[in-house]
């Protein structure tokens, strides 16, 4: 990643990101536990990557509540 590289934490999940060629387009990954996953963005910069983010880790909190437990069948 560039020397723009910013790094944060939201909910526990980790990220990090950087410009990627426009000034306004950003690149990282967001270190979810079993599946971290590259987010790229085209404008909007470092606050809009961020509550992109946010929101994706929101989404996988939301998920995790309505899955059963594997265990619940044992």
């Known amino acids: 990643m560039s020397s723009e590289q910013q790094q944060g934490e939201y909910r526990g999940i980790k990220f990090e990101h950087a410009s990627h060629g426009d000034a306004d387009a950003r690149s990282g990954v967001i270190y979810f536990p079993e599946d971290p996953r590259q987010h790229v963005i085209a404008s909007g910069g470092a ?8 929101s994706q880790i929101d989404q996988y909190f939301r998920e995790i509540d309505v899955e059963p437990d594997d265990d619940s069948e044992a």
């Open 47 to 54: 606050a809009r990557w961020e509550a992109e983010a946010k």
